[in-house]
């Protein structure tokens, strides 16, 4: 029997090279090893986004195509949309009655969530009932599957704490050792920053997204920061203060390739606009295929519809089992 594995991701719109290198890369990988349950949290963008809900539906399916063009396949892998497996709701409110409400104002994750709704950004958001819920809907989403590893990031591991607290505790004031206390998997790739040095983000407008034109990218790469003390393309160059361009190189260039750049570039044999074109390129090429496969879902949505509609029926047929044994052990009517 193969472990398994649950993760998720808000459908906050089309994902950038962050989330490739960082999630969705991890992800494929595992399919092959795990019994793998990827969502759309949609019910988790509402804790926030309650009032902006015209994209909804479309960033879910733009999120699930960007899984599916990377590879993520709906042969190995369970599919699925949160709301579409409303077992996951059920399972949250007796959660929601076992977790102690200091348990959930501590975590700090959620703490920082609340912070920046309260700023000019977040324009003044109040915190709802349903936001406070937000590590016991995760720890539903976890435990409805009865996951053993959960890929996210290291942000996610203090919300993970949680549901491995609410897993025991659920354990004991039931009588059996029924969940398992999932671990959290991290993945140690370097984090990728955005072109201005930032962190990368949709809304800091420094990403490339991985839908993006092969021109789009080019031309963003441009923009790239490089060694801010060289002014003209013979000046000796300085790969490790070129703050944007030179990392990307380390990213997705060969060994051979990031030497080279780096020999030219001291010895001001190598221009930063040559330089970052031959960087564009060198993006193209890693997500020509993905691309390719993405228009293909693009021009075919009835297939991405079949596969979120099928995958989340499976999800829900596991779910049931789960949940009736839940009921039982609660001593539901
Ligand atoms: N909170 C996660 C994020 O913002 C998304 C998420 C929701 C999730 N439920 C989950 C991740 C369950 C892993 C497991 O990235
Ligand atoms: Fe950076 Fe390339 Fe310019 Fe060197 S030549 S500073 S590595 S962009």
């Known amino acids: ?54 994209e909804l539906r479309q960033n879910t399916i733009d999120v699930i195509m960007d899984w599916l063009s990377c590879g993520i ?51 003044g958001q109040q915190i709802n009932y349903g936001l406070m819920g937000y590590p016991v809907l995760m720890s539903a989403d976890i435990m409805m599957f009865n996951a053993d590893y959960i890929p996210v990031g290291s942000d996610q591991v203090a919300h993970i704490e949680i549901t491995r607290d609410i897993a025991r505790r659920f354990n004991n004031l039931y009588g059996e050792e029924f969940f398992k206390e999932s671990k959290p998997l991290l993945n140690n790739c370097a984090l990728i920053c955005g072109l ?31 060694d801010r003390s060289r002014l003209r393309k013979d000046d000796l160059g300085h790969p490790d203060e ?22 030219e570039c001291e010895k001001g044999q190598r221009g930063c606009a040559q330089c970052k074109r031959q960087l564009g390129d060198k993006i193209n090429s890693k997500f020509e295929k993905i691309r390719e496969r993405r228009k293909y879902y693009e021009e075919h949505p009835e297939i991405v519809e079949k596969i979120i509609e099928e995958g989340s029926a499976k999800a829900r047929k596991k779910a049931q089992e789960i949940l009736s044994h839940v009921r039982k052990l609660i001593r539901m009517y």
């Not at 490339?208 to 490089?226: C, G, L, N, Q």
């Not at 030179?246 to 997705?252: A, D, E, L």
């Open 73 to 123: 396949d709906p042969d190995k892998s369970t599919i699925y949309v949160q709301s579409l497996v409303p077992e996951i709701a059920e399972l949250n409110i007796y959660l929601g009655m076992i977790t102690p409400q200091n348990w959930v104002e501590r975590d700090p994750t959620l703490k920082d969530m609340a912070k920046i709704l309260k700023t000019k950004e977040g324009q």
């Open 196 to 226: 201005d040095g930032n962190k990368m983000g949709k809304s800091f407008h420094n990403d490339i997204k991985i839908s993006d034109t092969a021109e789009d990218t080019s031309k963003k790469v441009m923009t790239a920061i490089t």
């Open 1 to 54: 029997m193969k472990q398994t594995i649950v993760s998720g991701m808000r459908p906050t719109g089309k994902l950038h090279l962050g989330h490739y290198l960082g999630v969705i890369q991890n992800w494929v990988q595992l399919q092959d090893e795990y019994d793998c349950y990827f969502f759309a949290a949609d019910w988790h963008a509402l804790t926030t986004k309650y009032d902006k809900t015209e």
């Open 242 to 263: 070129c703050e944007v361009a030179f990392k990307y190189w380390q990213i997705f260039g060969s060994e051979d390739e990031i030497a080279t750049v780096r020999c």
